[in-house]
């Protein structure tokens, strides 16, 4: 029993790992199924009081069969070409020999045959009536060692010698047996079906015929890639293409490309083009998107809104001419193309400036300034060619004079120390307008009219630049400051 449990459990096992290798182009049959096995019918087989009906009886006689129960046998077949098939059947068991009273003992039997068929030969191989001829080679496991030789035929009294030429005297576990018989399937659809087989096994090793037994055997058949080897639900007979996997709308066929035209009729299948040019793409030698055919400059890339040819860069800024202000001149994107304007480094260095320290009450840059006026400095000096003027302003507390006259120093010394770190002083003019601009007022608190005591930076040319450099404006009237500082005695800032 426990061998018998083994064999069942080795025989499902290879049933389920079979079931996987039904992916394969090739068509494949799996049967699972029962058998019996009678050692009866053997009797009087080749002796000379053989019966026909003797034999009839033992061979049908179901009584005389040691019947295993279902799933005790396997097949696995493999069509080689129509009308030949290669088939591996397995069966298992717990099988008597009623010829000669030998209990139930474990039975293994497993090998390959080849199956002639009629149908794919005589008529379609498709049909559902689908006989043949079978002859195999297996390996037999089945106990007789516990028998001695010579031995006699329970019923006809027959004596069997040894098991071979050396005089064996006890019978043998393992034996090699060839198998001969017929058998018919049913295929109710396509790929399912019912087979029946009967096989005559014998041991031609073996001197003897002790082992010798007919079996007959049922199964339940499924059948895969019969009719569609390429598998994609189109089959072999409607498919152009029956060995690639394509689409239904092309007969089977694949369109790699997706051109809409099947790989079978395209010149070019790995690249998609038009129909009118047999599926094959118009050149496009720039690769710019237009097509030689439409492209004014072919071999060089191009938008399609200037018929294939590139816009101009005259100044080569990396502006097209058709968006740059200033096209004979390298500029910068943020500007048009056009460089960068005066007044945005005038913007910029003001940005800098903001709340620039003075000593109290005086002209004189405080140590903290220094790294405001080292960024405006390195601002100014990017502007080559454009010229700045230096306003100086004051808050609204104090006399109009001497604000004024704050004003107009504190711009200076501005102006002296951007100078002094490497701005051109060709490019500099200083001017203070004291308290005019003023916002705050002179009631607020100190931190308030901070806002308005200031340097900025503006960007001047032409004639305003001009009439600035013949200017004095810097220079402080005595005789207002004087007056002013007579009416205050009282200083601040």
Known sequence: MKNLKLGISALALTVASTVFAQTTTNPWVIGVGAHGVNHVAQRNNFSNTFSFNNFKENLFGVSKYSITPPLSKLTVARSLGKGLVLDWQTTVGNVDNKRFAMDKEFFLMTGLGLQFKAAGLLWDEESWFDPYLRVGANYLRHDYTGFSFPRTDTKSGEVYGAYNEDGDLTGKANHFTVSTGAGINFWVTKNFGLGVQGDYVTTPVDKTNVP????????????????????????????????????????????????????????????????????????????????????????????????????????????????????????????????????????????????????????????????????????????KDATFLVTGHTDAKGSEAYNLKLSRERAASVVKALEARGVNPSQLKSVGVGKRDAKVPATASDAERQADRKVVVEAVNGAAWDALRKSDLPVVEKKVVKKSTKKSTKKRK
Do not use: H
Request: aromatic residues 6%; proline residues 11%.
């Open 212 to 383: 010798n037994f007919w079996q007959a055997s049922a199964s339940l058949l499924f059948r895969f890639g019969n009719t569609d080897r390429d598998k994609d639900g189109i089959p072999d007979k409607d498919d152009r293409c029956p060995d690639t996997p394509g689409l239904r709308e092309f007969q089977g066929c694949p369109d790699t490309d997706g051109d809409g035209i099947p790989d079978i009729d395209d010149q070019c299948p790995d690249v998609a083009g038009p129909k009118e040019n047999n599926g094959c793409p118009w050149p496009d030698t720039d690769g710019d998107g237009v097509l030689d055919k439409d492209d004014a400059c072919p071999t060089v890339p191009g938008p399609a809104e200037n018929n294939g040819c590139p816009w101009p860069d005259t100044d080569g800024d990396g502006v097209l001419d058709k968006d740059d202000a200033c096209p004979t001149v390298p500029g910068l994107p943020e500007y048009q193309g056009c460089p960068k304007p005066a007044a945005a480094y005038a913007t910029e260095a003001t940005g800098a400036l903001t709340n620039i320290l003075f000593d109290f009450n005086k002209a004189t840059l405080r140590a903290e300034s220094n790294g405001k006026l080292d960024q405006a400095a390195e601002i100014l000096r990017g502007a």
